[in-house]
């Protein structure tokens, strides 16, 4: 029976940071913590939030919220998100333990300065500002935010190839997580390519997962920041760099989706596009494979089914759907200024097509 339940929507770690931010400067005020904090958000909701901890001392205190990411499947889901506020001369924000650092240029936060992102410091400074106006008070506030376990957790996210060391990011322009959104890693995509050409690199790949980006990593000697972990993004990748172009563009990935490619589609997930073997055979006929191999292929139930049959009977096909996939790429991109590079491997590894620059 499939399951109907419409997807819970969550928070944003920007949306829980301006909770316990509020919740904070309530009680730096007061020296009262609420147990619940209502903020507003960009769009205009008022979601509550419940403290789970907090701290009060003569000249600071500090509130914890637990991150709520609904059924969205995000790596800071159930995180716990601190922030510490003190008076001070002027206001400003900190990275406390398990928020990262700003190490590279081309994001939107200077070298140096704690990876927290501008919409979640406008998002916080207009709720604190509320607070400020209730009271009669200014907002020379230094601003501390930290996560527990934040830096284990940023290994599980962009941040390492981004130059965002020592934790995660705050993050969040609406305060709201849409489940299975794919905004989020189309943003990312755009980071790494924005990060990628303020650094001066002039080569990145564009990987559709794990395997193909660890083994053009081994042929280019590539550091982490040289990839772009696109996933089935491959639309979203290229309307970006269309705009913000790097020389020289390799798109690495497994056979189905490069196959995928090489028709056309600009998404590449199973749920929203399919292997055609009736267009791999169309393929094989077009470049002289015999009949009964083009048959055998156009009945075949799998990709992993074409590729060994592909293998057995050294089809050399693969490098046609390389090129064919090259020059979609190069339509969509309509730059003849970026080079492009289309490799396929299979699932061990081992490139098995190649169309080069």
Known sequence: MNDKRELQRGWTTG???TAAAKAAFIGLITKKIPSKIQINLPG???PIFTIIDYKISHDQTMAAIMKDAGDDPDVTHRAIIRVTIKNANKLSFKSGPGVGTVTKPGLPIKIGDPAINPGPQKMIISNLQEIADKYQRDLNLNIEISVDGGLELA???????????GGISILGTTGIVIPYSCAAWIASIHQGIDVARATKIIHVAACTGRTSEAAVSKLYNFSPTAILDMGDFIGGTLKYLKTHPIRKFTVAGGFGKITKLAAGHMDLHSSRSQVDPKFIASIARSIGKPEHLCDKINNAESAGDILEIINNNNLTLCD????LAKSVIQTNLGNDLIEIEVIIYDRHGIMVGREPF
């Open 320 to 323: 046609k759907i390389a090129d």
């Open 15 to 17: 949306a829980c940071a």
């Open 155 to 165: 290994k599980k996210t962009w941040n390492p190839r981004l130059g965002i060391i």
């Open 44 to 46: 205009g909701q008022t």
